[in-house]
Each structure stands twice: as structure tokens, then as C-alpha cells.
């Protein structure tokens, strides 16, 4: 039972354009949501974050709006450069307070 | 030094052996998390800890896993019996108690291959 699902296993975007990586959950007790970015033989490094009390988190090149009807997340990326090449996971907690769920990740290439 | 430090980096073990690996988490951090990372998958929750106290297990942690957090700074994560499934990257996360948003920080972790 996959309680955040990322369901683009890849991504590949021209440098100097938008990234749009996607994120759904079925657990309507999630309240906090995440996104972390993780480079090869590396931890995942947190990246942007948003309570559901908000619909939408910016931060410099990095935007997460969250669509609780939908239980949709989505994290927005202008304009994507080169080292923004990853793998990025969407992860959600309940209250801030229970262990993270992360999604299974998108690679996100970005061409220069 | 103000990073989540775990070790050994790779452990390559034959099937059956035992193995332990070591978690330094943050010093002011009193959270500390076990995942499991295999190849396509997130990151998978394990255990964690509040300070010395182990508060909570996946079912993904068998009876040949367990975890220690002795005096509430380090922690060790040992397997038992290694199976060929548990090969995968092992990382450690630490956070404080009263967490914002964000404030995991995870070590590189430890990737484990059994053969």
C-alpha cells in the first residue's frame, strides 16, 4: 500500500525551462509535505517543504503547490539548470511528527 | 562537525554472516531514523529512536534486525543471517524533537551487498 506515489519515474528538461515533478498521496492524515533532492552516493538533502494549511511554498527557483482535494503535490523548478540533475523524492508526515513516507522518486535530467 | 556521519561507507558480507553498521547523528538532534533505500524505491521507514528509546518499528524490520541507541547518541543497526534481500542502502536520518518541517538530516549512508 503506497501512500505517496511519484509516478514519473523520469524527467528530462532543456536548461532555462520549467521542471514540474509530480507527487500524490492517499493518506488524508498527511499534513506536511516534502521534497528532498539526492545526488548519486549521497543522502537525500531536504529541499522545499509545505503545510496544508498553505497552497503554495517559494523558495528562490523552487515552488510546491499542494491540491488537498486532489491530495496532489507538485514541485516547480524555473529555471531548471544543470545541477539541478537528480533524483527527488516527495515525502509526508502526519503532524509533523511521524516518521517521513517518501514516494519512490523522479530522476530529473536537466540538458544543457 | 555538523553532519549525520555513518559507517562503514560499502560492506560487502557473504549470506548468513552478521552485520552492524554505526550512526553519529547530529549532537543536538535526540531523533534519530533507520531507512532502507533499494534500487527504484524511496527511501523505506525502519525504526527510530527519541533519544534511548526505540518509539517505534516497521513491519520491514524482521526479527534478525535490531537496532540500539544506547545512551541516546550513536546507534547501530545490525542484521542477522543476511539474506540476499537485504542488500540495499541503509540511511540514517536525524532530526530534534520538535521538528519543523524539513529538519531531517540525512547521512550518506551505508550500502550493503550480500553475495
Known amino acids: 500500500d503506497q501512500q505517496v506515489k511519484q509516478n514519473s519515474p523520469s524527467l528530462s528538461v532543456q536548461e532555462g525551462r520549467i521542471s514540474i515533478l509530480n507527487c500524490d498521496y492517499t493518506n488524508s492524515m498527511f499534513d506536511y509535505f516534502l521534497w528532498y533532492k539526492k545526488y548519486p552516493a549521497e543522502g537525500p538533502t531536504f529541499l522545499i517543504s509545505i503545510s496544508s494549511i498553505k497552497d503554495k511554498n517559494e523558495d528562490g527557483r523552487f515552488t510546491v503547490f499542494l491540491n488537498k482535494s486532489a491530495k496532489h503535490l507538485s514541485l516547480h523548478i524555473v529555471p531548471s539548470q544543470p545541477g539541478d540533475s537528480a533524483v527527488y523524492f516527495c515525502a509526508a508526515s502526519v503532524k509533523g511528527n511521524t516518521p517521513l513516507v517518501f514516494g519512490k522518486g523522479t530522476r530529473l535530467s536537466v540538458i544543457a | 562537525d555538523t553532519g549525520v556521519s555513518q559507517n562503514p561507507r560499502h560492506k560487502i558480507t557473504k549470506r548468513g554472516q552478521n552485520v552492524t553498521f554505526r550512526c553519529d547523528p547530529i549532537?543536538?538532534?535526540?531523533?534519530l531514523y533507520w531507512y532502507r533505500q533499494t534500487l527504484g524505491q524511496g527511501p523505506e521507514f525502519l525504526t527510530y529512536?527519541?533519544?534511548?528509546?526505540?518509539?517505534?518499528k516497521s513491519r520491514l524490520l524482521s526479527d534478525r534486525f535490531s537496532a540500539e541507541r544506547p545512551k541516546g547518541s550513536f546507534s547501530t543497526l545490525e542484521i542477522q543471517r543476511t539474506e540476499q534481500g537485504d542488500s540495499a542502502m541503509y540511511l540514517c536520518?536525524?532530526?530534534?524533537?520538535?521538528?519543523?518541517?524539513?529538519?531531517?538530516?540525512f547521512g550518506s549512508g551505508t550500502r550493503l551487498t550480500v553475495v
Open positions: 536520518a536525524s532530526s530534534s524533537q520538535l521538528w519543523t518541517v524539513g529538519s531531517y538530516t
Open positions: 529512536f527519541q533519544n534511548e528509546a526505540q518509539l517505534e
Open positions: 549532537s543536538e538532534h535526540n531523533r
